[in-house]
């Protein structure tokens, strides 16, 4: 194939789309990783934390447990600042 015939072929939109889904499909492969999976799972459990927190904050007698002292509070966030520090590359 001559060279003009590929680059009549290969139309700089074709090749920007060809790129968009490369980087589509790599984006698609790597959050469906094990190593982003973990770092979801433990973000959704400190979520699930401070879900309870705020519950209990709102309705302290509904579930007859104390409220939050200030050092579990300090806790939580300091295990949301390391999770989000520590999240892998390409997970979102």
């Not at 934390?49 to 939580?76: K, N, V």
């Amino acid at each position: 194939m001559e060279q003009a015939g590929i680059r009549k072929m290969l139309t700089p939109e074709l090749v920007v789309l060809m790129v968009a889904l490369l980087v589509g499909f790599g984006l698609m492969w790597r959050t469906s990783s094990g190593e982003c999976h973990h770092w979801k799972q433990e973000l959704s459990h400190i979520t699930g934390a401070f879900l309870a927190s705020a519950g209990e904050e709102e309705y302290p007698e509904a579930g007859g447990h104390r409220g939050r002292t200030q050092q579990e509070s300090d806790s939580l966030r300091r295990a949301t600042t390391r999770v989000l520090d520590a999240r892998p590359f390409g997970c979102f």
